[in-house]
């Protein structure tokens, strides 16, 4: 794993007044079989979130 990044393959870089995130410069950008799988995982959350926030009525 790499110890800039901690294997999200993104660096922040933050100076005063201006915060900049970029790919890690040692592992490049996420593979794209990698990023479609962690947003297939977050639209299944964002599902059952949006589901239990209509059973509410709110």
């Given at each position: 794993?790499c110890e800039l990044?901690?294997?999200?393959?993104?660096?922040?870089?933050?100076?005063?007044?201006?915060?900049?995130?970029?790919?890690?410069?040692?592992?490049?950008?996420?593979?794209e079989e990698?990023?479609?799988?962690?947003?297939?995982?977050?639209?299944?959350?964002?599902?059952?979130?949006?589901?239990?926030?209509?059973?509410?009525?709110?």
């Amino acid at each position: 794993m790499c110890e800039l990044c901690n294997g999200t393959h993104v660096v922040h870089i933050e100076s005063p007044g201006v915060a900049l995130v970029t790919n890690c410069p040692e592992c490049g950008p996420m593979p794209e079989e990698q990023w479609r799988a962690k947003m297939d995982a977050f639209q299944i959350r964002l599902d059952a979130a949006e589901l239990q926030f209509e059973k509410k009525g709110a």
